[in-house]
């Protein structure tokens, strides 16, 4: 028998549009089933690793790969039986075409309103490459780049942390408009989290569909770092999101711990209510000011399924999205694990697959 976790959240909202999830009443969050995709994948002369993000739609799956030398995304057919993984199969490798902007792809999504995809890049920082959010054709062909707001610029007074910017990305639940969410504090808004609770919040953006403008934020604050490390390295962010219902949002957080091996990383799953936080568009600063940020609750904590997945690894989970429905009339929710190529010692392309039951 699978171990089974049941994370409950009451939730008191009314009158909000949803998605087949209610917006008040018990949320459950239950573990189903792993599936590791080998790491010697090769798809039109790539090497299938570094996935990022995930999306569904209509019976397709997308995944990003963050290679920054050759930014490219897949369509990848994943079937579910018997409320388990038994296929991922990589169809087709779309790399992008862009030669101006460095692109470390971070998120994915389908455009509902548009027959594009979506994505979010981190830039690079140090090389003074400034994180985008843009859209391409079925191609690969730039479509559409969003503005960004000037703090998200590496020449920003705000100074955004290299390798810590555009990590998350989901449609709004109206389909008015999208949200993407950075991975670490900008600079003049806090610190990285640490072993010791601090106060270090991230920006949450949301862009209008028609104007591919910026019209608000709200900020989101991350949880310490889980684990004491044994080597230096140790950091906690924010790595993907996804709204469910007007200002409700699941939230993807992955703390990692140098020097653990493959118990370093810690991830958990929390459930985000937007609904009162303080639009915070126009604070060049959020240190010393006052505001209030959204609420938060961890509603699935990996390290309760660690005995049920390989090698006991909670690998480095960074991709979020809703599934197909289950044959219990249930909506799926589906993880997917960026492996870094194998870069950083012996890592994963692995799935996940949760059933979402309220």
């Known amino acids: 028998m699978r171990k089974i976790i049941f994370l409950i959240l009451c939730l008191s909202l009314i009158n909000c549009r949803s998605i087949d999830i209610k917006s008040s009443g018990e949320i459950k969050l239950k573990f189903l089933d792993e599936f590791v995709l080998s790491d010697d994948v090769i798809i039109d002369g790539t090497l299938v690793g570094g996935l990022s993000g995930i999306d569904y739609q209509n019976g397709k799956y997308i995944l990003v790969c963050d290679d920054a030398s050759n930014p490219r995304f897949y369509e990848a057919k994943i079937d579910i039986i018997n409320y388990q993984i038994s296929v991922v199969e990589i169809q087709k490798v779309i790399q992008i075409k862009d030669s101006v902007n460095y692109l470390d792809l971070e998120s994915i999504r389908f455009n509902s309103n548009k027959d594009e995809i979506l994505l ?39 100074k955004p942390r290299h390798n810590g910017t555009l990590e998350g990305l989901t449609k709004s639940i109206d389909g008015k408009g999208y949200w993407i969410a950075m991975e670490l504090p900008l600079e003049m808004d806090g610190p990285v989290p640490d072993i010791v609770k601090t106060n270090s919040p991230v920006r949450i953006t949301y862009f209008d569909a028609l104007s591919l403008k910026t019209e608000k934020q709200f900020s989101y604050h991350l949880d310490p770092i889980a684990k004491p490390p044994k080597e230096k390295f140790a950091i906690n962010g924010l790595t993907d999101i996804l709204e469910y219902d007007i200002d409700q949002f699941f939230i993807l957080e992955r703390s990692y711990s140098g020097g653990l091996g493959n118990q370093g990383n810690t991830v958990k799953i929390f459930n985000v209510n937007a609904s ?22 961890s509603i699935f904590d990996f390290e309760e399924v660690r005995g049920e997945l390989t090698n006991y690894s909670i690998d480095n989970i960074e991709g979020i999205s809703f599934g197909p429905i289950l044959p219990n009339g249930n909506k799926s929710i589906i993880l997917v694990s960026d492996n870094n190529f194998n870069k950083l010692g012996v890592q994963l392309n692995q799935f996940i697959l949760l059933e979402l039951i309220n």
């Open 276 to 297: 009162q936080a303080t639009n915070i568009y126009t604070f060049q600063s959020l240190k010393n000011s006052e505001y209030m940020a959204a609420s938060k609750e």
């Open 120 to 158: 979010t890049s981190e830039g690079h920082i140090k090389m003074q490459k400034n994180p985008t959010f843009f859209s391409v054709d079925s191609e690969g062909s730039r479509v559409n780049d969003f503005e960004i707001p000037s703090e998200f610029y590496f020449n920003s007074v705000q």
